[in-house]
């Protein structure tokens, strides 16, 4: 069964840069589309960036031009390039697939989450 694994998140202080990686374990054509959601204490998890399989792009308004959601079929991995980062980036960052449909857990894979913590 497909899984997604985080990588990347840390400590950096506002206006510095972090580049998170999701690795797919199988086939990244298994998934159709895939996004970064994030999750800050108390708040719902937001859509942050999503990348379709034939390539286009949406990101929510606070990221544009700041961040940068790529994806390598190659190497079976979804980036999210993060520069500029302001303190209410802070919250733990989850990579989304939508791939084969699993009894019990439907069609939407979710990686394991990594924080990522920007100071002021």
């Known amino acids: 069964q497909a899984q997604l694994v985080e990588s990347g998140g840390g400590l950096v202080q506002a206006g510095g840069s972090l580049t998170l990686s999701c690795v797919v374990s199988?086939?990244?054509?298994?998934?159709?589309?895939m996004g970064w959601y994030r999750q800050s204490p108390g708040k719902q998890r937001e859509l942050v960036a999503k990348?379709?399989?034939?390539?286009?792009?949406n990101y929510i308004d606070s990221v544009k031009g700041r961040f940068t959601i790529s994806r390598d079929n190659v190497k079976n991995t979804l980036f999210l390039q993060m520069n500029s980062l302001l303190p209410e980036d802070t919250a733990v960052y989850y990579c989304?697939?939508?791939?084969?449909?699993?009894?019990?857990?439907?069609?939407?894979?979710w990686g394991q989450g990594t924080q990522v913590t920007v100071s002021s």
């Open positions: 989304n697939a939508i791939g084969p449909w699993r009894p019990g857990k439907g069609s939407s894979y």
């Open positions: 990348v379709s399989s034939a390539g286009t792009i």
């Open positions: 199988g086939s990244i054509f298994s998934f159709g589309t």
